[in-house]
């Protein structure tokens, strides 16, 4: 067998040298709101039960998520599920085979985030 010297091979990318790219970035994102979109589907299941339960279950959770922790935590959901229907809608293009260039796919992760948070706002305006 050949003398191999794996002592002195670089790692790469290695995290000292490596710069995320906002398309990695998005990408990230989008799995982490579509967790939190999963997570945040448990508090309107628990409404609903509660609403179907008793009118004391229902005060319960509807207080918790009428309350400050839970109007930040409502309008944080509502966040991701913009910022994850933009990178679902994005796939889409690309499944087309559109925006696919470096520099194009760069500013549609901006705009996602840009869009999300712009989508939010004027949700949270009309109510």
């Not at 990318?13 to 979109?37: A, F």
């Not at 319960?60 to 229907?85: E, N």
Request: glycine share 8%; proline share 3%.
């Amino acid at each position: 067998m050949a003398d191999v010297n794996r002592g002195n091979r670089p790692l790469s990318p290695h995290i000292e040298i490596y710069r995320p790219q906002w398309t990695s970035i998005s990408s990230i994102m989008v799995r982490i709101t579509g967790i939190g979109c999963l997570l945040a589907s448990v508090l309107v299941v628990a409404w609903l039960l509660a609403a179907a339960t008793s009118e004391a279950a229902f005060n319960s959770v509807d207080w918790l998520l009428r309350s400050i922790l839970g109007q930040l935590v409502l309008i944080a959901a509502m966040w991701g599920i913009f910022y994850h229907m933009l990178g679902r809608l994005r796939h889409v293009i690309w499944d087309f085979g559109y925006l696919v260039q470096v520099p194009v796919s760069e500013t549609m992760a901006k705009g996602m985030f840009i869009g999300a948070t712009v989508l939010t706002l004027l949700v949270l305006i009309a109510v």
